[in-house]
């Protein structure tokens, strides 16, 4: 969470809110509720038929491969930049975040 506390993301976890080790749906509705983006590498939530976008919030799903610092540094470079626009997350979006998909640099 530290690395993503220090890009200046509002974050809270799901122990922070009581949801740890809840149904995935609880999560998905907490996020709602609260217009918060769900940030998981949970691929579950691609499941159109559990998680319907016009019951879900916007969600990231994030691929970090092994779990590199850098792995994950790269792809939180690239999300920072898309929330630099909240207009992609006032609607209810899924992105499916994979490492491969991510260019190799981003730049602020």
């Not at 009581?18 to 579950?44: F, I, M, S």
């Not at 939180?76 to 979006?93: A, E």
Request: net charge neutral.
């Amino acid at each position: 969470m530290r690395l993503i506390r220090s890009g200046g993301f509002n974050v809270l976890t799901a122990h922070e809110v009581e949801l740890q080790g809840h149904p995935d749906e609880n999560h998905a509705a907490y996020a709602l509720k609260n217009a918060r983006v769900l940030l998981t590498c949970d691929r579950d939530y691609l499941n159109e038929q559990r998680f319907p976008l016009i019951h879900c919030p916007a969600i990231v799903i994030c691929d970090f491969g092994s779990g590199s610092l850098i792995e994950m540094q790269q792809t939180f470079r690239c999300l920072q930049v898309m929330f630099s626009f909240p207009q992609v997350f006032d609607k209810r979006v899924k992105i499916d975040a994979k490492r491969e998909s991510w260019p190799n640099t981003a730049v602020f």
